[in-house]
């Protein structure tokens, strides 16, 4: 895919970590030599190495490895949520936490939230802390809130409370807090953890990743991450810190030249949070949600109130030259980031920094605010997941049908001419490029197979821009990876088969990661 077109060749030449050569298996031979080892293909394809921009490896080797497991992959009930967790009480010692991950009310059957009643019930004699699949929501009982040092008179608006009595529902800032208090594994575990979840990111054709908020799960993230790229992992890796994690006094920008560097992770962005999640009726709209629980905002939430507070964070960050990066799911919250971004930028032109300042996720959004990011040179990116394992609910009950067809709008986002970009948010959905492909082509639901939006589709090889020259283009790597071109680093991905040779729908049950190359090292080798 030379400048992210189809482009195919017969063959490529790797010397050392750089592509050399591109063209035919002849001239192939006569620019590597007789001694060069050559690999034939035979009916496998070549590709770039898929470029993941946004995820949270530590969250998502505490997801993984060491929380007890609430997706709604596996609880579809309230009431197996109820069984999961009693049993995880039963192996624990009184006043030890229990802590789960993926309860999603939005996917279980009646939406019922984990109430600090139902899990009262459960048990007052252990503190229990369960996040939402989404990250900023979570359900706690008593005896977690007391840990807290938190009750009704005390508890702030990140606290939930009907008729002044808290619900054990909590939010953003407060799922950190409370979060914190959780005990985790041992440091040399938690090392092996991220190791492991490395290499399954490698498996999936994955060459360079970007965390989008190191530090989310607290301070102790910058330490624990220089040790675990101690040793050069087998991905590129770029990342955010979260805002929450940096000093607070302003000067402290200036004394930090990007990219910092932690282990082998360059950290060249400063993450920001407008709003919160859209299927947890937590992010900020201009219209209200379909059927919102009577004890949320019709319109979601804000984080910050007066946009000021946002642009007041982030210029001391963009004048020492990090590229920003915000979280805006809603079109509200979009509308602030956007406002802030033209004040900002407006304030403080030609600022140097890595890559393109970012929107994440982007998810519902409105045709100006489109046309305004591309005029801001901004990009965006999304969680296409939102597509494929939301949808439905998306449709039937977040935001009703009319609005569900038009988020995450892969095909306006191209009209409008934006640097859009796939990925995961894991652990919120996992890494698997082929299925970004699948969804951006068909936005096919899970599990019912139907279609959302048919007319944001795109076709395949604007797919494969989403995960290779686009994110590049984002990190600010585009001239060295994201595609197969003399003189560019030899990230590659090959797979059983053409992509172009398997009907659309069937791309992630079809296509299989062979072999995964970074920098003309091989990384991941499928075994049969």
């Not at 319109?299 to 590229?323: C, H, R, S």
Request: negative net charge.
């Amino acid at each position: 895919m030379a400048g992210g077109t189809f482009s195919p060749v017969d063959a490529l030449v790797v010397k050392g970590d750089t592509i050399t050569y591109t063209g035919t298996v002849e001239g192939a031979q006569e620019v590597a030599g007789p001694e060069a080892d050559m690999i034939d293909l035979q009916k496998r394809c070549l590709l770039p190495g898929f470029i993941e921009p946004h995820l949270h490896l530590i969250m998502t080797a505490l997801a993984d490895k060491y929380l007890l497991q609430l997706s709604p992959i596996c609880v579809t009930t309230l009431e197996i949520a109820k069984k999961r967790i009693a049993a995880a009480v039963r192996n624990k010692l009184i006043g030890d936490w229990v802590a789960g991950y993926g309860y999603d009310p939005s996917r279980v059957i009646g939406h019922p939230d984990l109430t600090v009643d139902i899990l009262d019930a459960i048990s007052t004699e252990h503190p229990i802390f369960i996040m939402n699949q989404s990250g900023h929501v979570a359900y706690v009982n008593s005896a977690a809130l007391s840990q807290a040092g938190i009750n009704a008179e005390n508890a702030d608006a990140s606290y939930q409370k009907v008729d002044g009595k808290l619900t054990g529902v909590i939010f953003e800032l407060a799922v950190s807090k409370i979060g914190l208090l959780v005990p985790t594994v041992d440091t040399a575990t938690m090392i092996g953890y991220c190791q492991e979840v490395l290499k399954v990111w490698a498996s999936s054709g994955c060459t360079t990743i970007f965390d989008a908020g190191i530090g989310s799960v607290g301070s102790t993230d910058i330490p624990l991450l220089t040790a675990v790229t101690a040793a050069p992992p087998p991905v590129r890796f770029y990342g955010a810190v979260s805002v929450h994690v940096l000093p607070k006094d302003p000067n402290t920008a200036s004394l930090l030249k990007p990219p910092v560097k932690l282990g082998s992770v360059e950290v060249q962005a400063v993450k920001f949070w407008a709003d919160g999640s859209t299927q947890g009726f937590t992010a900020a709209l201009n219209q209200p949600y379909y059927l919102p629980p009577l004890d949320m905002p019709r319109f979601g939430t804000l984080n910050y109130v007066d946009e000021n507070l946002l642009y007041t964070e982030m210029v001391p960050w963009i004048k020492a030259g990090f590229q920003m990066l915000v979280h805006a799911n809603g079109d509200r919250a979009i509308q602030q980031t956007l406002n802030v971004y033209e004040a900002i930028l407006k304030a403080y032109p030609g600022v140097p920094h890595a890559g393109m300042h970012r929107v994440e996720h982007f998810t519902v959004t409105e045709p100006d605010q489109r046309t305004r990011a591309k005029d801001l040179g901004l990009a965006v990116s999304h969680t296409i997941g939102h597509v494929n394992y939301w949808g439905y609910t998306f449709g039937s009950y977040v935001l009703g049908p009319d609005r569900a067809k038009y988020i995450d709008p892969l095909k306006s986002d191209e009209k409008a001419g934006l640097i859009w970009s796939l990925h995961s948010d894991s652990p919120v959905t996992d890494v698997n490029p082929l299925r970004y492909l699948q969804t951006a082509t068909t936005r096919l639901l899970y599990p019912s197979g139907g279609v959302l939006g048919k007319d944001e589709c795109v076709d395949l090889q604007t797919a494969l821009r989403g995960i290779t020259i686009n994110p590049a283009t984002q990190i600010g790597i585009e001239k060295t990876v994201g595609t197969l071109e003399v003189g560019k680093k030899a990230d590659i991905v090959i797979l059983n088969k053409d992509p172009r040779s398997i009907e659309l729908a069937n791309l992630d049950k079809l296509l299989e990661v062979e072999q995964t190359w970074m920098g003309g090292t091989i990384t991941y080798t499928r075994t049969s």
